[in-house]
DNA sequence: CGAAGCATTGAAGTGCGTCAACAATCGTGG
DNA sequence: CCACGATTGTTGACGCACTTCAATGCTTCG
């Protein structure tokens, strides 16, 4: 269960068969989290970090008059809140999208972790960075590109993180989120999302049916998001 | 000239005389940098971080098209680029937007630092942590927040982290961005920008003068923007 | 003093939002 | 297996925040 996560780090990392084991030492325990639950709420203390083992969960901001901004899509694999292991409390909620299993990562095991191998102390910040990167990314597309620009790059985007995660076969890949979801990542009302979608099928670049996506044109789809992988750090880093 | 870095740290840890020393260490070399200079371009390979000792720096993505977001504002005391540390090499750009003092600190004497320290590595770790925590702000603004909230959000939270950082002195504060350099904060035209900006003024909220900010009314500043600075971490961590 | 950048203004256009209704699908219990 | 209410998706009409284009004055600084 804990292989999308492996799968992400021997992406960019070459991992001992000991510093794979240790790995999945961290998980203290599982747990099965139903869809469209607040896990994590913004400024509860915070002691362990939450590995996801499986499914789809969001970090999202909420503003007093309800409008809800999703910051960062999860996917099997991800560490949802591994910034919390410095920040101790968290800036945003953390909500499941889909049934999740959930690995809990105690913080104690993690220090007593980068103390015996701070190599993997600076993995996992350099993980924490490239969310930040990812979250860059969400600002260009928020600030300068156009709706269906912005939808290309975001399924162009977790395309490429499912692949890596192993969760995506051939042209497809699940995927949970009602269009309000959608447009909550994306800064738009649900209406524009809706008449977007609408228009990359009319294109033939990608069809969102049932809980599920399908890239019909992939360089087409790339081509309008201009889509560029480099923040995702997809090579062999030094280290 | 490291004062205000020492300033941002803290306001947020404890630091022992011992530790400080270590910190102003890391400086290796200080360079002085002119207006609008490209310090780092993306992609370049890294071994060194930029510890931003006077002046402001923004980092920024630049499309295709030549338009640009910028995806932070950066202060006296701000780190620019720390998470070259793990990352080794940028998504983005780094600029000066006034002349600068930049402090050159080798990835080496980090490393070794946080060797000898790793209380202080969890601290760093922590800043970049923060500074995720800022985009993920800023995309909130860009997603939901109007021009005018936006805009006064940045206000309040340059206020706040120059305040910090021993850089405001009573409701003023120095501001070299133009106005192109603003609207490209906030996701907006230079047109908006400076419509959005009269609006501010109008309403006897702030007067962005020449290359200096004053804060007239703070408390009507923040309820526009609905700012809640819970997002900068300003209280004392326990780490 | 002149050129180049920066700030400001007006008029017109548009991408996306808002409101409101309806259709399709889903989950649940009877 | 059907009935139902609730959620999700879709559509149309209309409005507005922001953009675009274009012109003009205002600084700043060789």
Same mark, same amino acid.
Request: glycine share 6%; with cysteine.
């Given at each position: 269960m804990i292989s999308a996560h492996l799968k992400k780090l021997r992406q960019r990392f070459e991992l001992s068969a000991a510093e794979e084991q240790e790995i999945e030492g961290l998980v203290a325990d599982s747990r099965q989290v139903d869809p469209d639950q607040t896990i994590v709420r913004a400024g509860d203390k915070l002691d362990v970090s939450l590995l996801l083992l499986d499914g789809w969960l969001v970090r999202h901001k909420d503003m007093p008059g309800g409008e809800r901004q999703i910051t960062e899509v999860h996917v099997s694999? $991800? /560490?949802? $809140? !591994?910034?919390g292991y410095t920040l #101790? #409390? !968290?800036d945003h909620d953390v909500s499941s999208l889909s049934e999740c299993t959930i690995g809990i990562v105690p913080h104690a095991r993690l220090r007593s972790l980068f103390e015996r191998n701070p190599r993997l102390g600076k993995l996992y910040w350099f993980l924490t960075n490239m969310d930040a990167a990812i979250h860059r990314e969400q600002i260009l597309s928020l600030g300068r590109r156009s709706a269906i620009e912005r939808m290309a790059h975001l399924f162009c985007e977790l395309y490429v993180r499912l692949e890596v995660a192993g969760c995506a076969t051939g042209d497809r890949f699940a995927f949970p989120l009602t269009q309000r979801e959608l447009s909550e990542c994306l800064g738009l009302t649900v209406v524009h999302a809706n008449r977007t979608l609408q228009e990359l099928r009319r294109r033939q670049l990608v069809e969102v049916g049932s809980r599920e996506v399908r890239i019909i044109d992939r360089a087409g789809l790339e081509a309008v998001a201009e /889509? $560029?992988?480099? *923040? !995702? *750090?997809?090579d062999k880093q030094p280290i």
């Amino acid at each position: 269960m804990i292989s999308a996560h492996l799968k992400k780090l021997r992406q960019r990392f070459e991992l001992s068969a000991a510093e794979e084991q240790e790995i999945e030492g961290l998980v203290a325990d599982s747990r099965q989290v139903d869809p469209d639950q607040t896990i994590v709420r913004a400024g509860d203390k915070l002691d362990v970090s939450l590995l996801l083992l499986d499914g789809w969960l969001v970090r999202h901001k909420d503003m007093p008059g309800g409008e809800r901004q999703i910051t960062e899509v999860h996917v099997s694999g $991800d /560490f949802a $809140d !591994l910034h919390g292991y410095t920040l #101790k #409390k !968290l800036d945003h909620d953390v909500s499941s999208l889909s049934e999740c299993t959930i690995g809990i990562v105690p913080h104690a095991r993690l220090r007593s972790l980068f103390e015996r191998n701070p190599r993997l102390g600076k993995l996992y910040w350099f993980l924490t960075n490239m969310d930040a990167a990812i979250h860059r990314e969400q600002i260009l597309s928020l600030g300068r590109r156009s709706a269906i620009e912005r939808m290309a790059h975001l399924f162009c985007e977790l395309y490429v993180r499912l692949e890596v995660a192993g969760c995506a076969t051939g042209d497809r890949f699940a995927f949970p989120l009602t269009q309000r979801e959608l447009s909550e990542c994306l800064g738009l009302t649900v209406v524009h999302a809706n008449r977007t979608l609408q228009e990359l099928r009319r294109r033939q670049l990608v069809e969102v049916g049932s809980r599920e996506v399908r890239i019909i044109d992939r360089a087409g789809l790339e081509a309008v998001a201009e /889509f $560029d992988p480099e *923040y !995702l *750090y997809l090579d062999k880093q030094p280290i």
